[in-house]
């Protein structure tokens, strides 16, 4: 039930709404101009504050959880903890880059107060669907970002090329919806409950109420991979991207992504993905067929915006990678081994999952940021409007090659430690014939296509970085003052080579939410607050 517990949870969402509706009817009567990106960054601190004051800041990071309690629809552990300081951290970000309505070679330098309110509702909804424990609070966090994402996308860019592109994301994000909650609708008839807890109880299930259970999930796939873009959902992403702005795309392309690899993890830790015997399999195919296709289709992309939108969609397949190899193992193992602590390689495999998702969105944001600041001058639409760049702007050039190297999975940036992982995890696995070859052989393929889809999108990446150093441009360089573009961009090429050089921290903080992840969620007694910290969690589980 919801309770006290259940309010202090949600604080930090709670101030995000207000402050977006605050800024909603404020922005009718004033005009604030650079004054609503600051409020929008405030807003952020203060939610941030409310975590700290929830007494869960990251530095009480030593002592692990093995698993948390759900307190009413929300949880109360630790991979929610560190996915709400990753969701305002994102939201820092975008708000940097907030820039206002393109209408065609025009720009306004000063995102509006909708566009900024949006934007605190996209992260409420990430924080939100991190932490919930219910299949309809998980819909509706789902929908706090997908609903102020078309507000995002018309306000980004308001000629007839943006409307197109937003009328296309509407209508394929209310088919992703419809999917997700008719499968919900199944997982609902099989359990009589919605609460994800519940899920965990059918484990064995047999006859009418395992298809439901087996469909449910299916559809629910289906519903988030339409969301996060998997192959063959991905059809929309190219000319949604194309069609509105630098930011707009890279909220696109972060936003869903985390979101709904978050929701995937929760709904394979509560309905324990050992239910499907070939569900592991049937993520490896998607994860091939999804990498394989965003990665070729890059390639002859000539569009600076279309061949990014192609490389969120094959990155879109490597965070597959892990949650396959956590399905395998689950399916091998069980959930915990002799201990009772959860399996090492599953929680290596999330682990490797949540490191490559942070490497993929601070390089994905930071491109985007990129070349929103080395388009202010002049668009940036096609690659050969890269040509020259180094030589007019020297720093975007080379924070944009970073991102690029990053994305290709070069050392020493971030991406090489993210694709590292997930091959050595998906190499790791060991597992005797399964009627459809051995579980080992799956993986070793899985591994070897992997590695040369990372070859292929070489091809495309050094692609833009040879357009910027090597081919002469035209046009002259025009001083201006410093940016939120280019602060994002300095942030996050800055993350990008210290993760990269010093990659230890990163590892250590998503396995610990790994860990917390992959332990399905126990219902919290009445009365029971809510640990404090996470020695406070470990307390709770003595």
């Not at 919605?194 to 299930?205: F, I, R």
């Not at 860990?515 to 996470?534: F, I, M, N, Y």
Request: hydrophobic share 55%; charged share 10%; proline share 4%.
């Amino acid at each position: 039930m919801t309770d006290a517990n259940t309010i202090n949870l949600l604080l930090p969402e709670i101030v995000l709404v207000v402050a977006a509706t605050i800024i909603f009817v404020a922005g009718a009567f004033f005009d604030a101009r650079g004054g609503w990106r600051w409020i929008a960054c405030c807003a952020l601190a203060v939610a941030a504050a409310a975590l700290v004051w929830q007494g869960s800041a990251m530095a009480s990071l030593a002592p692990v959880p093995r698993a948390a309690a759900a307190y009413g629809p929300v949880t109360g552990d630790y991979f929610a903890l560190v996915i709400c300081w990753f969701a305002l951290g994102l939201g820092l970000l975008l708000a940097c880059m907030a820039e206002g309505s393109q209408h065609g070679n025009n720009t306004s330098h000063w995102p509006c107060s909708e566009w900024v309110a949006s934007l605190l509702l996209v992260v409420a909804g990430i924080m939100l669907s991190a932490q919930a424990n219910d299949l309809v609070l998980v819909f509706l966090a789902l929908e706090l970002i997908s609903i102020p994402t078309y507000v995002l996308l018309v306000l980004s860019r308001g000629d007839m090329v943006g409307r197109e592109a937003t009328v296309k994301y509407f209508f394929l994000s209310v088919i992703s919806s419809g999917l997700l909650l008719y499968g919900f609708s199944f997982l609902y008839g099989a359990t009589g409950s919605t609460e994800l807890a519940s899920l965990t109880a059918v484990t064995g299930m047999s006859g009418s109420g395992a298809s439901l259970v087996h469909l449910g999930l299916l559809l629910a796939l289906a519903g988030l991979g339409l969301k996060i873009a998997l192959a063959p959902f991905h059809f929309y992403a190219a000319d949604v991207y194309q069609g509105t702005s630098a930011t707009a795309a890279a909220l696109l392309a972060t936003a869903p992504k985390v979101a709904g690899i978050v929701v995937l993890l929760r709904l394979g830790a509560a309905a324990r993905l050992d239910l499907a015997t070939y569900g592991w399999q049937v993520l490896i195919c998607l994860a091939v067929l999804t990498m394989t296709v965003g990665n070729v289709m890059a390639l002859w992309q000539q569009n600076v915006r279309r061949l990014l939108a192609y490389s969120s969609v094959a990155h879109a397949g490597y965070l597959l990678i892990g949650i396959s190899v956590w399905g395998a193992v689950r399916m091998r193992d069980g959930v915990a081994n002799a201990s009772g602590e959860p399996a090492e390689l599953a929680v290596g495999a999330v682990s490797a999952t949540l490191f490559y998702l942070a490497g993929y969105v601070v390089a994905t944001i930071g491109a985007f940021a990129a070349v929103s600041y080395l388009g202010r001058t002049r668009p940036i639409d096609r690659v050969s409007d890269l040509q020259g760049a180094a030589k007019l702007y020297p720093g975007g050039a080379a924070a944009l090659s970073l991102f690029m190297l990053s994305l290709t999975g070069l050392p020493p940036m971030v991406g090489f430690w993210g694709k590292l992982l997930l091959i050595v995890r998906a190499l790791s696995v060991d597992g005797g014939s399964i009627g459809l070859g051995s579980m080992k052989s799956w993986f070793l393929g899985l591994a070897i296509i992997t590695v040369l889809n990372a070859a292929i999108s070489a091809a495309y990446y050094l692609r833009l970085v040879a357009a910027m150093y090597f081919r002469p441009g035209t046009g002259e360089a025009v001083e201006r003052r410093p940016g939120g573009a280019e602060l994002a961009m300095g942030l996050t090429a800055m993350i990008v080579v210290v993760l990269g050089l010093f990659p230890a921290s990163l590892m250590h903080y998503s396995n610990a939410a790994a860990k917390s992840a992959v332990t399905p969620l126990k219902s919290a007694r009445a009365g029971e607050t809510p640990p404090r910290d996470a020695v406070g969690l470990l307390q709770n589980q003595k």
